[in-house]
T-cell receptor
Framework: LAKTTQPISMDSYEGQEVNITCSHN???????ITWYQQFPSQGPRFIIQ???TKVTNEVASLFIPADRKSSTLSLPRVSLSDTAVYYC??????????????FGKGTRLHILP | EAGVTQFPSHSVIEKGQTVTLRCDPI?????LYWYRRVMGKEIKFLLH????????ESGMPNNRFLAERTGGTYSTLKVQPAELEDSGVYFC??????????????FGEGSRLTVL
């Protein structure tokens, strides 16, 4: 399982674009990169998943460089409600071989008014 | 579509007592996972069911924890006897199996366990 490293915490202001970068130097060929969001007193919630280049959905964008050793979650125009912990996970999830999906410490994002 | 539901949302028990947590996965999801977050620590994997079979239970802390998924539907996690260090939030997650698996885990709201 590839280990991930992400900043412990980040602050930003409402309306700004927030980029959270995750390092995963030992990512394997079959590994996907997945980001989850967790609010206090709730379970983690899937945000976005990608394998390479760029993925965009209604919530966020995920940028993955060619070497796939890092990825960046981009949240456009954040609001106070985006204050949460964001987890970067790496694993062969689609093939279901990664039974142990590992959560790291995550990045605590605090949005200020 | 109903999400993953967990019961109880919060349980307060004394050391030495028994508690049973229940998880109802999303209908049709064969994969069911239990995770735990102890105060101030990371979310830790406990075990994984595929239908009624335990695929991986390497994260179970010790033999005071027993997980079951009879019939491959809902799952229970029993802690007997509970110790102080068992306090935390227990999360259940489910996902589809095989070709229907998009890699997304659907989590419940968690069951908070407080052992006094």
């Amino acid at each position: 399982l590839a280990k991930t490293t992400q900043p412990i915490s980040m602050d930003s202001y409402e309306g700004q674009e927030v980029n959270i970068t995750c390092s995963h130097n030992n990512i394997a060929t079959n590994d996907y990169i997945t980001w989850y969001q967790q609010f206090p007193s709730q379970g983690p919630r899937f945000i976005i998943q990608g394998y390479k280049t760029k993925v965009t959905n209604e919530v966020a964008s995920l940028f993955i460089p060619a070497d796939r050793k890092s990825s960046t979650l981009s949240l456009p125009r954040v609001s106070l409600s985006d204050t949460a912990v964001y987890y970067c996970l790496v694993g062969d999830m689609k093939m279901n071989r990664d039974d142990k999906i590992i959560f790291g410490k995550g990045t605590r994002l605090h949005i200020l008014p | 579509e109903a999400g993953v539901t967990q019961f109880p949302s919060h349980s307060v028990i004394e050391k030495g007592q028994t508690v049973t947590l229940r998880c109802d996965p999303i209908s049709g999801h064969d994969n069911l996972y239990w995770y735990r977050r102890v105060m101030g620590k990371e979310i830790k994997f406990l075990l994984h069911f595929v239908k009624e079979s335990k695929q991986d239970e390497s994260g179970m802390p010790n033999n005071r924890f027993l997980a079951e998924r009879t019939g491959g539907t809902y799952s229970t996690l029993k802690v007997q006897p509970a110790e102080l260090e068992d306090s935390g939030v227990y999360f259940c997650a489910s996902s589809r199996e095989g070709s229907g698996n998009t890699g997304e885990l659907f989590f419940g709201e968690g069951s908070r366990l407080t052992v006094l």
